[in-house]
């Protein structure tokens, strides 16, 4: 009998919380049954596998991440809404360093898992319309993404590693990222015509 007050959600949370302190990449299903008192035979009657542990994990993460970014961009616009943007990206990304982990990977156009796709594709639309003030076109709009999105994983995985050494105020760092940020992107030159126009969820 699965043990009591134990059920599939419990375990996913209890695997998320221990993702935060060990590493995803880290966490085993030994060091989950032994986090939660029991056996780890006994823990395949609520997970089928590491796989499917570490699957709910990162559909937890993404929609939790996803709330986080939208809630704090949502009415805002332009700058502001870079700006909201960026400090939730930051402040989940450093509190949940296990989950984050997880919730970054990108679903390829072969993944058959089409509610990871759904919600990964959810986070991209968030950032495109956080951008979407900044009225960029075509292959920029995707270029911009990019680098936001690129610049905030690195500060903030940097930090979270308690990467940042020298004596100088991490948050005066991490304002002076962002506002290099924004200015870049309200100086973006014009798109040439005929440049590509779609945009890449999913990454």
């Known amino acids: 009998m699965p043990r009591a007050g134990l059920a599939p959600a419990a375990v996913v949370d209890a695997g998320a919380a221990l993702a935060d302190e060990v590493g995803f990449e880290k966490l085993t299903m030994g060091l989950l049954a032994e986090r939660l008192g029991v056996r780890t035979p006994s823990l395949y009657k609520h997970v089928e596998s590491l796989e499917a542990l570490r699957r709910g994990i990162t559909l937890q993460a993404m929609r939790d991440f996803t709330d986080a970014v939208s809630r704090a961009a949502v009415g805002q616009s332009g700058a502001a809404a870079v700006r909201a943007f960026a400090d939730a990206y930051r402040r989940w990304a450093v509190a949940h360093p296990g989950r984050y982990a997880s919730a970054i990977r990108a679903p390829g156009d072969g993944d058959e898992d089409e509610e ?24 920029h709009a995707v270029d911009a993404a990019r680098v936001l999105r690129s610049s905030l994983h690195g500060f ?9 050494g020298l004596p100088r105020d991490v948050d005066r760092s991490y304002r002076f990222l962002v506002d290099t940020l ?11 015509s005929g440049a590509a126009s779609s945009r890449e969820f999913h990454e």
Request: no cysteine; aromatic share 6%.
């Open 116 to 139: 990871l796709r759904q919600v990964s594709n959810e986070l991209m639309r968030i950032m495109y319309d956080v951008l979407a003030g900044f009225e960029l076109r075509g292959t």
């Open 156 to 164: 903030a995985t940097v930090e979270a590693a308690g990467g940042f």
């Open 182 to 192: 924004v200015a870049g992107l309200q100086h973006v030159p014009v798109e040439p």
